[in-house]
């Protein structure tokens, strides 16, 4: 089994040990990335184990490939997971992972476009195959549409008085690179402030790209139907609005703002995983990740 690695996965130890109850059985790395969780997991199975895995980046596929006849990676994002496995004909599965965060290489490479730490093209999508990317959101989106993106994704106050600077800014010209939108906003105090503005601001927007809440909850439903009782699905998210909607969905059995029909599922942990600070030390990027496990009753 060969790995090349590119991207240093957070809270390895932690969601493997908790997800793993059948090494014979067949898991779900919804978000392969680096390759690290699936690397993992690969080693906690015996020979008869299989892993399925899904990304919607190539490049992540491509950079990041693992040689093991158990492994079956797909393209993919993981809103696709119940097709994906009609696919295989496999009905049910032994626990589901998925890592919400974004890969070293994706953060890193300038061409595609998710730093504010760079002056680059505005691109944010995780699929270099999609049509929507921020460009379109910054120029083509209603005052009504920015509003919501910004206070729903980045939970911002003061999501009007950003949208009417973004307004201003595109009536003069189309807003196409990072320095377009940094330099519309003048932040008052140290620089960590301005960081986390911008850092928010970034991610509202990448989220709406790339359909990110949607397909996260859409994930959530699909993992009662399609784990085996006393099969589990561990989420490692990085942000509040990702982690509530896992937290309210393990402890409630469907989704906020929405009625569904409660679904089975118990809390493995009461508290939230969180990296140990030698994680944190050795790589920074771990440091806002949480992990939530729950295993289906």
């Given at each position: 089994?060969?790995?090349?690695?590119?991207?240093?996965?957070?809270?390895?130890?932690?969601?493997?040990?908790?997800?793993?109850?059948?090494?014979?059985?067949?898991?779900?790395?919804?978000?392969?990335?680096?390759?690290?969780?699936s690397?993992?997991i690969?080693?906690?199975?015996?020979?008869?184990?299989?892993?399925?895995?899904?990304?919607?980046?190539?490049?992540?596929?491509?950079?990041?490939?693992?040689?093991?006849?158990?492994?079956?990676?797909?393209?993919?994002?993981?809103i696709?997971?119940?097709?994906?496995?009609?696919?295989?004909?496999?009905?049910?599965?032994?626990?589901?992972?998925?890592?919400?965060?974004?890969?070293?290489?994706?953060?890193?490479?300038?061409?595609?476009?998710?730093?504010?730490?760079?002056?680059?093209?505005?691109?944010?999508?995780?699929?270099?195959?999609?049509?929507?990317?921020?460009?379109?959101?910054?120029?083509?989106?209603?005052?009504?549409?920015?509003?919501?993106?910004?206070?729903?994704?980045?939970?911002?106050?003061?999501?009007?008085?950003?949208?009417k600077?973004?307004?201003?800014?595109?009536?003069?010209?189309?807003?196409?690179?990072?320095?377009?939108?940094?330099?519309i906003?003048?932040?008052?105090?140290?620089?960590?402030?301005?960081?986390?503005?911008?850092?928010?601001i970034f991610q509202?927007?990448?989220?709406?790209?790339?359909?990110?809440?949607?397909?996260?909850?859409?994930?959530?439903?699909?993992?009662?139907?399609?784990?085996?009782?006393?099969?589990?699905?561990?989420?490692?998210?990085?942000?509040?609005?990702?982690?509530?909607?896992?937290?309210?969905?393990?402890?409630?059995?469907?989704?906020?703002?929405?009625?569904?029909?409660?679904?089975?599922?118990?809390?493995?942990?009461?508290?939230?995983?969180?990296?140990?600070?030698?994680?944190?030390?050795?790589?920074?990027?771990?440091?806002?990740?949480?992990?939530?496990?729950?295993?289906?009753?």
């Amino acid at each position: 089994m060969k790995k090349n690695y590119h991207h240093q996965s957070v809270l390895i130890k932690e969601s493997i040990e908790n997800l793993i109850t059948d090494k014979n059985g067949i898991y779900v790395d919804a978000t392969f990335g680096g390759g690290g969780h699936s690397y993992a997991i690969l080693n906690k199975l015996s020979k008869n184990g299989i892993l399925i895995a899904l990304d919607q980046d190539k490049d992540s596929i491509k950079m990041n490939c693992i040689q093991d006849k158990r492994l079956h990676l797909f393209h993919s994002n993981f809103i696709q997971i119940k097709n994906i496995l009609k696919k295989k004909n496999i009905p049910k599965v032994s626990g589901i992972l998925v890592d919400l965060g974004m890969s070293s290489y994706q953060l890193d490479n300038v061409e595609r476009g998710f730093s504010n730490q760079h002056n680059c093209i505005m691109d944010m999508r995780m699929n270099k195959e999609s049509s929507y990317s921020a460009i379109n959101v910054l120029n083509e989106s209603s005052r009504e549409k920015l509003l919501y993106i910004f206070r729903k994704y980045g939970e911002f106050k003061n999501a009007n008085i950003i949208s009417k600077k973004i307004i201003k800014e595109r009536s003069k010209k189309n807003m196409i690179f990072s320095s377009d939108l940094v330099n519309i906003f003048f932040i008052k105090g140290n620089f960590y402030k301005r960081k986390r503005f911008l850092s928010r601001i970034f991610q509202s927007i990448r989220i709406e790209v790339n359909n990110e809440i949607h397909a996260l909850e859409n994930l959530l439903l699909e993992s009662s139907k399609i784990i085996f009782p006393k099969g589990r699905i561990a989420v490692i998210s990085y942000h509040s609005i990702e982690d509530r909607i896992t937290k309210y969905f393990f402890k409630k059995g469907f989704l906020m703002e929405k009625i569904f029909q409660p679904i089975p599922f118990r809390m493995i942990h009461k508290k939230v995983i969180k990296p140990s600070y030698k994680e944190i030390i050795n790589n920074t990027r771990s440091r806002s990740a949480r992990l939530r496990i729950a295993e289906k009753i």
